[in-house]
C-alpha cells in the first residue's frame, strides 16, 4: 500500500509540473499583457517601458525559474490585471465564493439526484418516474448559462422574488439558490441515473430478497439496505463532479456576477495576468490531482486488487 | 398505460409552454409585476440612500493615481480631474481654477478650496508628485524619483512632454513643456483622457502602493469603502467633499454601488428587475423599444454618442508608403483608387445605422469623432449615396469585372455594440459587387499590436475604432501622421506635413484651418473608409430623474451628476 501512495504521489507530482509548464508556456505564446490590453493610442514607448517595469523583457527561461521559485517560496508576485496587489491573496480571495456555489450545487444535484434516482429505481415507469426523468434529463439538456437566464427572466425580472447579481457577502444565501440550481442541475441527470442503475441491480439481489422475505417495511429495505450499497459510485461521482466544479463554474459566475474564482480566472486570462492565472491553475490543478489521488487511495484500500494492478 | 405516457408528455409540455409564455412576455418596455405604475416627474430630495450601477467594462481597475497601467473610469468618483466639460460641453474647472498654456509650457491655478479626504489642502507639491512619480523609471534630472512606485500608463508621455514641473506656490504650478505643445491639457487635465489624476503626495510616501489600495484617499465626492477588482466597488459620500461647482458638488446618492457584469442580458436584466438603477451598454436590439426620456415607461435611455469613430483602413497602401508591401500588397486590388470608391458607394451605410444598429449609430464621411472639435458637419454629414451599379461599374473599369476576394480582421472594445452587425451587412452589400467577404474576431490585445507598425499584419482591410477624441487634433497625432502615436498611422507626405503643423499650433483658428485640410487630403486619396459614429446606450429605470452629461463625453459620464427619486 505504501509503494502504491508512493507512486500515485509521484504521478500527482509529475501531472502538476506539467500542467503549470504548458500555462506557463501557453499564456506566453498566446501574447504578453501590454499589448494584450493596451488601448489603440498606448504609444510603442509606454508598451515598451511596461514590460520592463513587469520584468516581461526577460528571456522566458529565466521567467520560468522565477515562477518555478515562487511555488517553492510561496511568494506568486504580483497580479498584472488586478492593480499589482498579491496574487495568491486575490485568488484565495475568490476561493470561498467558489466553495459556496460548488459546495451548494452538489449538495442540489445530489439530493435531487439521489431522490428521483431512488422513486425511479424503486417504481419504474411511474408518473414519478417519468417525469422525475424529464426533469433530470432537461438539465442536461439545457446548457447552465440559457438555464441561468431563464431562472433569472422568471424569478428576478417578472417574480422579483431573487436577486440575481453577487456572492453572499452581497444579498445574502437567498443568492446563492438561482446560480446553484443552474449549475447543479446538469448533474442531477447524472446522479440520477448512476442511483437509479445501481438500485435497480441492488434491489435485485439475494440479501434484498432476503430482507423482503424477513417482512422488512418497503421503504426501510429501499432507503436503508438498498441505497447505502448502490451509494458507492454516487460518491465517486461526487468528488469527481467536486475536482471539476472546483477549476470554477465560469459560465455560471459570469451570468450572475458571482465573485469566484472561475470569473477571476477568466478575467487574468483575458488580461494575461500570469500571476494571477499561475496562482490560480496550480491551486486549482493541485485540488483536482488530490481529489483523484484520494479516490484512487479509497478505491485501493477498499479494493486490493486496484493497487496489485 | 400508452395513454398515461401520453398524458404525462402533454403535462410536461404544457408546463413548459406556460413557463416560456409567462417569461418571454413583454418587451423591454413591458410592466412587469416589480415595476410599479409610471409616475410623474418628482422633485429630487436632497439625498438619496443608494445609487447601483451595472456596467460592462471600467478599464483597469487599478486605484492608485500614481502607479497603474490604464485607465479607468472608477477614479472619477473618488480622485479630481484637473478640467473637466459641462453638459454644453464648455471646459470648465475641476481642481485647477486658471490654466494658461503657451510655447514654453502651461500655468496652473488650483482651487484653493480643493482638499483631500484626510482634511489636508490639495497642493501644487502633489501636482508634481504625481508628474514625477507617475513618470515612473525616467531619466529626467529635473524630475525626482520615486522608485516605490512603478509609474502610471502614460508615463513615457509625460517624460515625452513634460521637461519640468515648477512649484509657483502653494497653489499655483507651471509645467513646462518639452516643445511647443497645445494639446497637452486634452492629454492630461481630463478633458480628452482619463489618465492623470492627481495623487496626495505625502499619505503615498507615507503608506507605499499597497497601504494606499488598502485605503484609498482621494479628492474626489466619493470615498471607496469596498473594492473587489473586475467585481463591485461600494463608494460612499464624502460628506465634507470641497466642490461647489453646480456641475461637481456633492453627489445626491449617499452609497453608490458598481458591478461589474459582462453578461448583456444578465445585465439587462438588472435593469428589469430594478436590481440596478442605471444599466450600461445595452444591446442595440434590446434598447430599440425603450423610449429615449423619462416618463413614458418603467425604463428610459440615453444615447452616449461617443465610443468612437470606426472605419476601414487600407494596409497596402501604406506598407507601400513605408517599403514594407510584399508582391502581394502591390499586386492587391485595394491599391486602385477606383477599387476603394467602388467599396464606399456598395454600402448603404444608413441603412445599416438605421436597421442594423436600431437608429443608435450615425453613419460618417468624416474621419473626426462627430463630437469632436474639429468635426465639419459638411464633411461628417457628406455620407456617399448607395450606388451598387455605379460600384460595379468602377470595378470593371478597374479591372476586377467579376470581384475578389477580402478579410477583415476586427476587434472590439467595451462600449462598443453593433460592429458584428455592421460588417454582416457589409459583406452582404460587397457580395453584390462581387466582393466576396469575410472577416474575423480578434481581441482587442491581440487586435492592436498586430494593426501596428512594424507588424500591419491585418493585410489588406482592418476595421478598427479611432477611438473617442475629443479634439480631432488628437486623433491626428494617433492616427494620421508619420510615427502616429497608436502606431496604426494612415498618411500622406502632405498630410503628415499639415498634422506636424497642426500639433505645435496654438492659435485656435489656424488649428481648425490644419485639421480641415488634412482630413481632406486623407479623404482625397481614400486612405481609410470612415464608417459610422458608435454610441452606446445607458439604461435608467424611473427612479432616475436625470443625467446630464457633456454632448461627446467620450470617456466616461459623470455619475455624480445624476438625481434620482427616493
Redesign the interface.
Known amino acids: 500500500m505504501r509503494r502504491y501512495i508512493g507512486k500515485r504521489l509521484l504521478d500527482g507530482v509529475i501531472t502538476m509540473w506539467v500542467v503549470t509548464l504548458l500555462v506557463f508556456l501557453m499564456l506566453r505564446i498566446?501574447?504578453n499583457?501590454?499589448?494584450?490590453?493596451?488601448?489603440?493610442?498606448?504609444?510603442?514607448?509606454?508598451r515598451e517601458?511596461?514590460k520592463?517595469?513587469?520584468g516581461l523583457d526577460k528571456p522566458m527561461w529565466e521567467q520560468y525559474l522565477l515562477f518555478t521559485k515562487s511555488i517553492f517560496t510561496g511568494d506568486f508576485g504580483q497580479?498584472?490585471?488586478?492593480?499589482?496587489?498579491d496574487a495568491f491573496a486575490?485568488f484565495f480571495?475568490r476561493v470561498p465564493a467558489t466553495l459556496q456555489l460548488t459546495g451548494a450545487a452538489l449538495l442540489f444535484a445530489l439530493t435531487l439526484g439521489v431522490m428521483i434516482g431512488v422513486i425511479s429505481a424503486a417504481r419504474p415507469?411511474s408518473?414519478v418516474d417519468?417525469?422525475g426523468k424529464?426533469l433530470a434529463i432537461s438539465g442536461q439538456s439545457m446548457p447552465a448559462?440559457w438555464l441561468?437566464?431563464?431562472f433569472?427572466?422568471?424569478f428576478?425580472?417578472?417574480?422579483?422574488w431573487l436577486?440575481?447579481?453577487?456572492g453572499i457577502d452581497?444579498i445574502g444565501y437567498q443568492g446563492l439558490i438561482m446560480p446553484a440550481v443552474s449549475l447543479g442541475w446538469y448533474l442531477v441527470a447524472a446522479n440520477m441515473r448512476i442511483v437509479r442503475s445501481s438500485m435497480l441491480e441492488v434491489l435485485d439481489s439475494d440479501y434484498i430478497m432476503m430482507v423482503r422475505a424477513k417482512g422488512m417495511p418497503r421503504r426501510v429495505v429501499i432507503w436503508k439496505h438498498a441505497l447505502r450499497n448502490a451509494a458507492i459510485p454516487v460518491i465517486t461521482l461526487f468528488f469527481v463532479s467536486l475536482a471539476h466544479l472546483l477549476s470554477g463554474a465560469v459560465i455560471t459566475e459570469?451570468?450572475?456576477?458571482w465573485?469566484g474564482v472561475g470569473?477571476?480566472l477568466v478575467?487574468a486570462i483575458?488580461g494575461?495576468d500570469y500571476a494571477t492565472v499561475q496562482v490560480a491553475v496550480f491551486f486549482v490543478s493541485a485540488g483536482i490531482v488530490t481529489v483523484n489521488i484520494l479516490v484512487d487511495l479509497i478505491y485501493a484500500w477498499l479494493d486490493p486488487r486496484v493497487r496489485i494492478a | 398505460?400508452r395513454a398515461?405516457?401520453s398524458a404525462?408528455h402533454l403535462l410536461?409540455l404544457f408546463i413548459l409552454l406556460a413557463?416560456l409564455t409567462?417569461?418571454?412576455g413583454g418587451g423591454a418596455n413591458g410592466a412587469?409585476?416589480?415595476q410599479p405604475p409610471v409616475a410623474a416627474t418628482p422633485a429630487a430630495p436632497a439625498s438619496v440612500e443608494k445609487l447601483t450601477v451595472?456596467v460592462d467594462a471600467w478599464g483597469?481597475?487599478?486605484?492608485?493615481p500614481v502607479?497603474?497601467?490604464?485607465?479607468t473610469f472608477l477614479r472619477d468618483y473618488y480622485l479630481s480631474l484637473l478640467l473637466e466639460r459641462d453638459e454644453t460641453g464648455a471646459i470648465v474647472p475641476m481642481l485647477v481654477t486658471e490654466w494658461k498654456g503657451g510655447p514654453e509650457g502651461w500655468s496652473l491655478t488650483l482651487n484653493p478650496d480643493a482638499r483631500w479626504q484626510d482634511g489636508s489642502p490639495v497642493t501644487a507639491e502633489d501636482l508634481r508628485f504625481t508628474f514625477e512619480a507617475g513618470a515612473?523609471?525616467h531619466t529626467n534630472p529635473k524630475f525626482q524619483s520615486y522608485p516605490q512606485f512603478?509609474?502610471v500608463?502614460?508615463?513615457?508621455?509625460i517624460r515625452?512632454m513634460v521637461d519640468e514641473v515648477q512649484v509657483i506656490d502653494p497653489h499655483r504650478g507651471f509645467i513646462k513643456t518639452t516643445r511647443p505643445d497645445p494639446l497637452f491639457l486634452w492629454a492630461f487635465s481630463g478633458i480628452g483622457f482619463h489618465i492623470f489624476y492627481t495623487g496626495p503626495k505625502d499619505y503615498l510616501l507615507k503608506v507605499g502602493?499597497d497601504g494606499y489600495?488598502a485605503n484609498p484617499l482621494g479628492n474626489g465626492p466619493y470615498k471607496v469603502k469596498e473594492f473587489?477588482?473586475?467585481?463591485?466597488i461600494v463608494f460612499e459620500r464624502w460628506e465634507d467633499f470641497w466642490g461647489n461647482y453646480p456641475y461637481y458638488k456633492k453627489p445626491q446618492a449617499r452609497v453608490m454601488e458598481i458591478?461589474?457584469?459582462?453578461?448583456d442580458?444578465?445585465r439587462f436584466?438588472?435593469l428589469?428587475?430594478?436590481?440596478?438603477d442605471v444599466v450600461v451598454n445595452i444591446p442595440y436590439i434590446t434598447a430599440k423599444n425603450i423610449p429615449r426620456e423619462r416618463g413614458k415607461g418603467p425604463l428610459w435611455l440615453q444615447v452616449l454618442p461617443a465610443t468612437g469613430n470606426q472605419f476601414i483602413g487600407f494596409i497596402p497602401l501604406m506598407a507601400a508608403q513605408e517599403g514594407t508591401a510584399t508582391e502581394a500588397d502591390l499586386k492587391s486590388p485595394f491599391r486602385d483608387i477606383r477599387v476603394r470608391e467602388a467599396l464606399e458607394l456598395a454600402i448603404d451605410r444608413k441603412a445599416i445605422s438605421e436597421v442594423a444598429h436600431a437608429g443608435f449609430t450615425t453613419p460618417t464621411g468624416s474621419i473626426y469623432f462627430s463630437k469632436a472639435i474639429g468635426w465639419r458637419p459638411e464633411v461628417g454629414e457628406r455620407i456617399s449615396p448607395y450606388d451598387p451599379a455605379r460600384a460595379k461599374q468602377l470595378l470593371k473599369e478597374a479591372g476586377y469585372p467579376h470581384g475578389f476576394e477580402a478579410h477583415i480582421p476586427y476587434t472590439v472594445?467595451s462600449n462598443s455594440p453593433g460592429i458584428k452587425e455592421w460588417l454582416d451587412a457589409v459583406a452582404v452589400y460587397w457580395a453584390d459587387i462581387g466582393v466576396r467577404t469575410t472577416y474575423a474576431y480578434h481581441?482587442?490585445?491581440?487586435f492592436?499590436?498586430r494593426a501596428?507598425k512594424p507588424a500591419r499584419e491585418w493585410r489588406p482591410l482592418q476595421f478598427?475604432?479611432?477611438?473617442r477624441q475629443e479634439h480631432a487634433a488628437?486623433t491626428v497625432d494617433?492616427f494620421f501622421r508619420e510615427n502616429c502615436?497608436?502606431?496604426?498611422c494612415f498618411y500622406t507626405p502632405k498630410s503628415n506635413k499639415l498634422a506636424l503643423q497642426l500639433l505645435e499650433t496654438f492659435d485656435e483658428a489656424e488649428m481648425l484651418r490644419l485639421l480641415a485640410e488634412v482630413e481632406d487630403e486623407i479623404l482625397k486619396d481614400r486612405l481609410v473608409l470612415p464608417t459610422y459614429n458608435a454610441a452606446t446606450v445607458i439604461g435608467y429605470t424611473d427612479r432616475v430623474l436625470s443625467h446630464p452629461f457633456p454632448p461627446g463625453a467620450a470617456h466616461w459620464m459623470q455619475l455624480y451628476r445624476m438625481t434620482l427619486r427616493d
Open positions: 498566446t501574447g499583457p501590454i499589448d494584450i490590453l493596451s488601448p489603440p493610442d498606448f504609444t510603442h514607448a509606454d517601458r511596461l520592463k517595469v513587469y497580479s498584472l490585471a488586478f492593480d499589482n496587489r486575490m480571495s415507469d408518473l417519468r417525469v424529464v448559462f441561468g437566464l431563464l433569472i427572466l422568471l428576478s425580472v417578472h417574480l422579483g436577486p440575481s447579481v453577487g452581497r459570469t451570468i450572475f456576477a465573485p470569473r477571476l478575467e483575458f494575461r | 398505460m398515461q405516457q404525462v410536461i413557463a409567462a417569461i418571454s412587469t409585476p416589480t451595472a483597469f481597475g487599478e486605484l492608485n502607479q497603474n497601467r490604464g485607465s515612473g523609471d512603478k509609474g500608463w502614460a508615463a513615457s508621455r515625452e502602493h489600495l473587489k477588482p473586475q467585481d463591485r458591478i461589474l457584469n459582462t453578461d442580458a444578465a436584466a438588472l428589469k428587475s430594478r436590481q440596478a472594445f481581441p482587442p490585445g491581440d492592436g499590436p501596428r478598427q475604432t479611432m477611438g488628437i494617433a502615436t497608436s502606431g496604426a
